[in-house]
């Protein structure tokens, strides 16, 4: 089983589930990828192209290659020259990163937020603030190990 994108003008407009690219047995007519058949069946479409559900910023999720940097979804666009699905932008500061697929903020979150969930360490939940380019502190978790939860 594989995953298509259709694109019009740039933008993914639908995303299917159809036959794997690499599986040529039972292609119909004269055609020579499932790309390109798909793409007869949506009148309109200026590109048919695979996705791949386990691609997320250019990482894939099971360990194998990723394709394509995201997995598509309607509204993504595509960045032909890169290759890429890119998500819509987040926020008008953000820029996008070629190399992870993915939008980032003109300053990095702050490094005391314990993303990695280190429970000796308290968690701090930022949020980012547009208006002032910054990332503001909404609320700080400490680990209590009695119970084994954030609080």
């Not at 048919?48 to 386990?54: A, D, E, G």
Request: glycine content about 6%.
């Amino acid at each position: 089983m594989a995953h298509y994108a259709f694109i019009k003008d740039g933008v993914v407009t639908e995303v299917i589930t159809g036959i794997d690219e690499n599986s040529k047995e039972n292609l119909p007519g004269d055609f020579d990828s499932w790309e390109e058949f798909y793409l007869t069946q949506r009148p309109g479409q200026d590109a048919c192209l695979r996705t791949s559900y386990n691609t997320y910023h250019n990482q894939h999720l099971l360990g194998g290659t990723p394709f394509r940097g995201n997995y598509a979804g309607i509204g993504f666009t595509y960045d032909s020259v890169n290759d890429l699905f890119i998500h819509p932008k987040f926020f008008d500061s953000w820029v996008f990163d070629v190399d992870s697929a993915s939008w980032k903020p003109p300053i990095d979150k702050p490094a005391d937020a314990n993303d990695e969930h280190d429970t000796s360490k308290p968690r701090k939940h930022y949020d980012w603030n547009e208006e002032t380019e910054s990332w503001d502190l909404i609320k700080t978790y400490n680990y209590n190990a009695d119970d084994e939860v954030w609080e």
